[in-house]
């Protein structure tokens, strides 16, 4: 089974920064792809970021050139670097670790860890 524990969650000023952090165990997270998602209350999950396992990364517009996704996979651990935060970035972030294996796609999520951007 896999666990996916995030940390890194709070309460930012606007321009502020912050770094989640997503530590992944259990079978087959070594060769996951990994990233983050949000989500606004009574609205869809939305992509932020994503990662493969050979750390080629992509984002969501609204992401670009603010944050950044990296891992260590020594560590089966992803993190976002949030800079330059805005009140509309502001939800719940979800780390998000996928692979295949034996013919099937498994797809787990964190419990979620909440951002606040606000003055």
């Known amino acids: 089974q896999v666990q996916l524990v995030e940390s890194g969650g709070g309460l930012v000023q606007p321009g502020g920064s912050l770094r989640l952090s997503c530590a992944a165990s259990?079978?087959?997270?070594?060769?996951?792809?990994m990233g983050w998602y949000r989500q606004l209350p009574g609205k869809e999950r939305e992509l932020v970021a994503t990662?493969?396992?050979?750390?080629?990364?992509n984002y969501a517009d609204s992401a670009k050139g603010r944050f950044t996704i990296f891992r260590d996979n020594a560590k089966n651990t992803v993190y976002l670097q949030m800079n330059s935060l805005k009140p509309e970035d502001t939800a719940d972030y979800y780390c998000?670790?996928?692979?295949?294996?034996?013919?099937?796609?498994?797809?787990?999520w964190g419990q979620g860890t909440q951002v606040t951007v606000s003055s």
């Open positions: 998000n670790c996928n692979f295949w294996r034996w013919g099937s796609r498994f797809n787990y």
């Open positions: 259990g079978s087959g997270v070594s060769g996951a792809a």
């Open positions: 990662i493969t396992k050979d750390s080629n990364t």
